[in-house]
Nanobody, 120 residues
Framework: QVRLVESGGGLVQIGGSLRLSCAAS????????IGWYRQAPGKQRALVAV???????TYVDSVQGRFTISRDNAKNTVSLQMNSLKPEDTAVYYC??????????????WGQGTQVTVSS
């Protein structure tokens, strides 16, 4: 059974930094593209950063230059370093493979997410 556990969120002031971590079981990160997604209040969940199985990375424009995604294949974990945080980064952050993992019934599997709140 696939399990995704995100951690590292919190309350931070504008311009601050946070490092999110995600640990997975039941799925091997090393053979998949892995993404960090976020869902802000009243908005749909969106992909913000991807690290490919090859190691290449992609970011949405709004986080480019501020966020860095990395992976540790030996530990089966992925991290997201977030710097220069802005209020619009406030959201619940999730990790998952890209596209998101679906179980045998076709249901998308997500972890509980980790809340990031950026305030002034």
């Amino acid at each position: 059974q696939v399990r995704l556990v995100e951690s590292g969120g919190g309350l931070v002031q504008i311009g601050g930094s946070l490092r999110l971590s995600c640990a997975a079981s039941g799925i091997r990160f090393s053979t998949n593209d892995i993404g960090w997604y976020r869902q802000a209040p009243g908005k749909q969940r969106a992909l913000v950063a991807v690290i490919r199985s090859s190691g290449g990375t992609t970011y949405v424009d709004s986080v480019q230059g501020r966020f860095t995604i990395s992976r540790d294949n030996a530990k089966n974990t992925v991290s997201l370093q977030m710097n220069s945080l802005k209020p619009e980064d406030t959201a619940v952050y999730y990790c998952n493979i890209v596209p998101p993992y679906r179980d045998i019934d076709g249901d998308t599997r997500w972890g509980q997410g980790t809340q990031v709140t950026v305030s002034s």
